[in-house]
């Protein structure tokens, strides 16, 4: 069955410090998310994805963040100058077509030191 | 925005019984809600999408309806298994509002005993 798949599965990194999640969306896809979930909380939104462009981001996606999609495959988030509260479980997810289910991956668990 | 209301408390219950999960929300009626399980650590896992103009929707064991006059979901898990114990998420999306944009409810933990 196909699968959203993330890399890496848990990184730590030094508070100020860049990171790179990797995320490989399900093929036919075309709709891609990443959310975020903290310790104990909800799931947020971050960001959407769609034909190489931001659909929509929340409050928390900001100039520290971007998104990418650099090849047909890949789909990235990058954090710049990590901060102590970026730390949090990170979720790939993408759909079909919008108005259908969305499959996350299992996560990147990101620890800022 | 959408506030998104799941029951906070945990729900035991024995094996063989239905449990029954309750999604409320507060504001615009969504053009569709999606149910998901969570175990931990793990990313959600899709259940079921209802959409407005549905009021049930079936899959093997699970059950969802959509009600948009009083605003709410229940999820129904029949002949509930130990294996069936994770948190369930409500997720609410509003068409022409977002592409893909789910707003996740807290999610209702279940526990299901032997």
């Known amino acids: 069955e196909p699968e959203v798949t993330q890399t890496p599965s848990h990184q730590v990194t030094q508070m100020g410090q860049e990171v790179i999640l990797r995320c490989v969306p399900i093929?036919?896809?075309?709709?891609f998310y990443w959310y975020r979930q903290i310790l104990g909380q909800k799931v947020e939104f971050l960001v959407s994805?769609?034909?190489?462009?931001?659909?929509?981001k929340s409050e928390i996606f900001d100039d520290q963040f971007s998104v990418e999609r650099p090849d047909g495959s890949n789909f990235t988030l990058k954090i710049r100058s990590t901060k102590l509260e970026d730390s949090a479980m990170y979720f790939c997810?993408?759909?079909?077509?919008?108005?259908?289910?969305?499959?996350f991956g299992q996560g990147t668990r990101l620890t800022v030191v | 925005s959408q506030k998104i209301e799941q029951n906070s408390e945990a729900l035991n219950i024995q094996e063989g019984k239905t449990a029954t999960l309750t999604c409320n929300y507060t504001?615009?009626?969504?053009?569709?809600l999606q149910w998901y399980r969570q175990d931990p650590g793990r990313g959600p896992v899709f259940l079921l999408l209802?959409?407005?103009?549905?009021k049930e929707k079936r899959k093997e064991r699970l059950k969802v309806t959509f009600d948009t006059t009083l605003k709410q979901s229940l999820f129904h898990i029949t002949a509930s298994q130990p294996a069936d114990s994770a948190t369930y998420l409500c997720?609410?999306?509003?068409?022409?509002?977002?592409?893909?944009?789910?707003?996740f409810g807290a999610g209702t933990q279940v526990v299901v005993t032997p």
């Open positions: 997810a993408s759909s079909e077509r919008e108005g259908f289910e969305a499959f």
């Open positions: 093929s036919n896809h075309l709709y």
């Open positions: 994805f769609y034909n190489n462009e931001i659909s929509e």
């Open positions: 504001n615009y009626s969504p053009a569709y």
């Open positions: 209802i959409r407005e103009n549905e």
């Open positions: 997720a609410l999306e509003v068409s022409g509002d977002s592409w893909g944009k789910l707003q």
